[in-house]
């Protein structure tokens, strides 16, 4: 979960250190959305800021230089044509729409660098394992996507050009806005475009389909101007995207010579004529391929090479995180609340990743890839942004490796058709699985070479690990950059390898060399124990020999057995999990949606044991995603990806996990390990396991951990279901706020003692626990606001939540700045409650008048027994006034306002004490001081008053106390 070591931090650049400025600034980014599709920008808008690295989108107008071709009907068929394409390319996936209703491709798209390359540089074999990204070398400018068909470097017209690049550098992102540039006019060098997906045709087969037919199948509108096509040259543009899934042959034995667009040919052979330029040869064409696939197309055939490098410095890397993140929120709520991150809470967001950008080399290496900046974006968005339903961590994870794997095969080539991803979870799980069972994440070359030739012996298990290491092999793994680790690999986020390493699990690829033999044995007996079993059972009938029934079952207990050796297995991986979840690794353990926050924006992480080995490595994310790796959501999505989860296997798995958690998670967990509990239980979205594993939990304590909106949403939705009570839930110190009070308002009407101390929670939030305690499920009885700024007004809405509540018999209100207004008003209204037991208004600022009136409605309360009004502001003469009410008052309320009872120690001295010493870095230190001195003097008198040495002892050891409790206060105010 960390990304290594910090570094210095170093302040940004101007202009990009500060998040969007005006609504003015804004437009820019919004625009698109209300542009017409008539092919210009609205006037005056700054395009360049929009489009880094001098883009397409920085081009002037369609040229009339050479005349339209399209005219008349041809202009309004080809104006149709780029309204069904922006149409089509404007669609994004869901994992996008979470950004914001705003959120389109225009918005916040930021051009990769574009390297030119030669034919030398791109086929000269590796010899050794090289896993470092190539930045642009010096002298050979970027090339931006108008300048791909400039000229080259001998004045020759370039007409076609390769763009290739791993996957996650952003290829098919860069073609959907380059056709959307076509679109919005942006692209004036071509009059029609017509994008073809290379998959798309593959799936069709050898059927013949002439060019005409495949346009006009795809592309409706161009049926009339399809005779155009020869007569528009240079400036119809061919885009084929993902070459790698087509198997190109461009010998004339094997594809042979068409130049007419209408004869019907295999799609793979009208693609090659194409290349060739022996059809429409004055056509441009652009292709995006992986590199393995490059050298499918001759290399005179191409015109220009281009790699497609991520983004290689830092800049394009904040510019990117800068719009994105700056996008309006779907405003999306727990249970409907509404929540919605402020502007200075996205920028304060910017501010510290783009800071963290500069001084932590780690992460800036992972954001290199395009694709790996999406993931921080989106893991921000989950920990900080209102989170959509249902979205988890593993969602996340998957949705990521969907949106770059989806429908890739390794090898189109290669017969077996195995799926990108699945050779993926083989090979780097592998590694991952290793790393994480041994503590590691720092990989030597042939730690990773071992992992990835593991197996291979065939000429063709060669081949596919070439195409996996030219064209993934960077997706997973990059170079260390941190000091002392050198030479040695990481994966390129830290949780990336706790996800591999729990697919590898979840997938049954993890086997030990008994299993396999096991399992081979079995499926033998299993193919033939049937026939054998039948021709024992005829034998052992016609013969006397009682031997063969003993076989016959043998024979049956085979498979039983290896069922036992892989149950075992399982259940020791469960066994490994929890230990892990529950592991107390840190000195201040923090839990494991802190700490992915902390090593994003680059805030120190969890401190060590001082006694721990100093490279100790913590995985606590690793349990998490094999939970949420067992959930239907995430089996459906990596059964598209080629890693089908099987059924059976995950409720073997979920069985051998449930066994475990009930033996270690009845014990009491300290409040950040029992959320990390709580969040595997909501990454694993199952209701019925969790309410089965959490039905001995009855004391919810959370003090002092951070409560966001998504521990808010974590909690409530995993025991907000539940029906048993919760005699406990201790919320102090959890920064909670109204909505998150709204969030978690299903645990806490299950509470029968809820602790809310120390939340910062105003009038606002207690219109929120007026609605709890009216609820007709609540179960409070004892509810603690102290330390909170709750005021008159709040005061007010708590008494109408008293007036019709029937279960509250203890309130406190210590330190809630209710003033003598407040304690008034409770004084007015305390006879609308009948069971209140026990009140504390202590330390409220209120004087003589406001405590008397309160103490005489408590004398008259039917059921009050307890009024707490002790260092409040108040006179000598008002406390022994009050002392002498409850006095008085036998049988009723008792009024504490002191540490003494006329000349004894009050029995509530240890409480008053205690409040104090558990408050004392949090409340006004001179006020303190002041009240504590004025109890030492009540002491003092009592104890001259008396003459029963055991009451003097017992008052010379209470001013002890506080004689201790001042010394504490003067040494931290000097």
């Not at 199952?686 to 998504?710: C, K």
Request: aromatic content about 6%.
């Amino acid at each position: 979960m960390r990304w290594g070591c910090r570094l210095p931090r170093v302040s940004w650049g101007p202009g990009l250190g500060r998040g969007l400025q005006s609504a003015d600034e804004r437009i820019p980014f919004l625009i698109h959305w209300s542009w017409p599709l008539k092919g210009e920008l609205p006037r005056g808008l700054p395009r360049a800021f929009v489009r880094h690295r001098g883009s397409s989108a920085g081009s002037g107008p369609p040229s009339r230089r050479h005349g339209s071709l399209f005219q008349g009907t041809s202009a309004s068929a080809v104006q149709h044509h780029r309204q069904n394409l922006a149409e089509w390319f404007t669609r994004l996936p869901r994992e996008e729409r979470q950004f914001g209703p705003t959120f389109a491709l225009d918005t916040v798209h930021v051009d990769p660098v574009i390297r030119e390359s030669t034919p030398d540089e791109l086929l000269r074999p590796s010899a050794q394992l090289t896993l470092g990204h190539q930045h642009p070398l010096a002298g050979l400018p970027p090339l931006a996507l108008s300048q791909l068909f400039d000229p080259d470097a001998c004045g020759r017209r370039v007409q076609t050009v390769v763009l290739y690049g791993t996957v996650g550098t952003g290829k098919s992102t860069l073609v959907r806005k380059m056709v959307l540039d076509w679109c919005y006019g942006r692209l004036p060098a071509f009059e029609l475009l017509i994008p073809f997906s290379c998959e798309d045709l593959s799936s069709l087969g050898p059927a013949p389909a002439s060019l005409c037919q495949l346009v006009a199948q795809r592309y409706t509108p161009l049926k009339e101007i399809l005779p155009l096509m020869a007569a528009a040259g240079s400036r119809l543009l061919f885009v084929l995207h993902g070459l790698e899934h087509l198997n190109l042959d461009f010998r004339l034995a094997g594809t042979g010579l068409c130049s007419d667009p209408k004869e019907p040919k295999a799609p793979a052979a009208i693609m090659v004529n194409l290349l060739r330029k022996y059809m429409l040869p004055e056509a441009s064409i652009l292709v995006t391929t992986r590199p393995s696939a490059i050298g499918r197309i001759p290399s005179k055939y191409v015109g220009r090479y281009g790699e497609i490098c991520g983004f290689s410095d830092t800049n394009l890397q904040k510019l990117y995180f800068q719009l994105r993140l700056n996008q309006p929120d779907c405003g999306y709520g727990a249970g409907g609340a509404g929540i919605s991150i402020t502007p200075a809470q996205r920028d304060n967001l910017v501010e510290m990743l783009s800071r963290n950008l500069e001084g932590h080399h780690q992460i800036a290496a992972a954001c290199f890839l395009p694709s790996y900046c999406w993931l921080v974006c989106a893991t921000l968005h989950f920990l900080h942004a209102p989170t959509p339903p249902g979205q988890t961590l593993t969602s996340i994870y998957t949705s990521f490796l969907r949106l770059n794997f989806n429908g890739e095969m390794l090898d189109s080539t290669d017969p077996s058709k195995l799926s990108l991803m699945a050779y993926a979870a083989r090979t780097m799980g592998k590694l991952a699985y290793e790393g994480v069972s041994s503590r590691k994440t720092y990989f030597s070359e042939e730690d990773v070479r071992s992992c990835l030739e593991a197996g291979v012996k065939t000429e063709e298990e060669f081949q596919l690990l070439h195409v996996f290491r030219r064209d993934a092999l960077t997706f997973f793994l990059a170079p260390c950059v941190e000091p002392g680790h050198r030479g040695t690999f990481v994966f390129i986020v830290p949780a990336m390898q706790e996800y591999l390493a729990a697919l590898y699990i979840v997938l049954g690829l993890r086997k030990t060399t008994l299993q396999q033999v096991g399992k081979e044995v079995a499926e033998l007996v299993g193919r033939v124990g049937e026939d054998v079993s039948l021709v024992l059972g005829i034998l052992a009938k016609l013969l006397p020999l009682r031997a063969l029934p003993l076989l016959l079952n043998l024979l049956k207990v085979v498979p039983r057995v290896f069922g036992r050796v892989v149950g075992k297995s399982r259940e020791a991986v469960a066994q490994a999990m929890v230990l892990e979840m529950f592991r107390e690794e840190d000195y201040y353990n923090d839990d494991v949606l802190d700490q992915m926050g902390a090593s994003i924006l680059g805030v120190e992480g969890p401190r060590r044991h001082p006694d721990e080995p100093p490279d100790d490595e913590v995985f606590e994310l690793f349990p998490m995603f094999m939970g949420g790796l067992l959930s239907a959501h995430n089996r459906a999505v990596l059964a598209q990806l080629g890693c089908p989860i099987k059924t059976l296997d995950a409720v073997e798995n979920a069985q051998a996990i449930k066994k475990k958690l009930g033996k270690l998670g009845r014990q009491v967990l300290p409040p950040s390990e029992l959320l990390d509990h709580l969040f595997f239980h909501y990454e694993f979205q199952n209701q019925r396991f969790s309410a089965e594993v959490l039905s001995s939990l009855r004391q919810l304590n959370l003090a002092g951990v951070r409560m966001t909106p998504l521990k808010c949403t974590v909690v409530a939705a995993v025991l907000g279901s539940g029906r048993h009570a919760l005699d406990e839930v201790n919320l102090a110190s959890c920064q909670l706020d109204p909505a998150g009070l709204r969030t978690l308002m299903p645990v806490l009407l299950r509470a029968r003692k809820l602790g809310l101390q120390l939340n910062s929670l105003g009038p606002e939030a207690c219109g929120v626990l007026r609605d709890l305690l009216l609820h007709d499920q609540c179960q409070i009885t004892t509810l603690r606001l102290s330390n909170n700024p709750l005021t008159v007004a709040g005061a007010a809405l708590l008494v109408e939540g008293l007036a019709g509540n029937s279960s509250l018999t203890h309130l406190s209100l210590l330190h809630t700045g209710l003033g003598d207004e407040g304690l008034k008003l409770l004084a007015a209204q305390l006879d609308r409650n009948q069971q209140l037991q026990e009140l504390n208004v202590a330390y409220n600022g209120a004087g003589d008048a406001a405590a008397l009136a309160l103490a005489t409605a408590a004398r008259d309360h039917p059921s009050l027994e307890l009024l707490h009004l002790y260092f409040n502001e108040l006179s000598s003469e008002g406390r022994q006034t009050l002392r002498d009410l409850g006095d008085a008052a036998k049988g009723r309320a008792r009024v504490v306002v002191s540490l003494t009872e006329g000349t004894a120690v009050s029995e509530y001295w240890s409480v008053i004490l205690s409040e104090v010493q558990r408050n004392l870095n949090s409340w006004d230190r001179g006020r303190v001081r002041r009240h504590l001195e004025l109890l030492l003097r009540d002491l003092e008198d009592s104890r001259g008053a008396t003459l029963n040495p055991w009451r003097k002892a017992q008052l010379l050891r209470v001013e002890g106390e506080v004689r201790a409790l001042l010394e504490q206060l003067g040494g931290a105010g000097s």
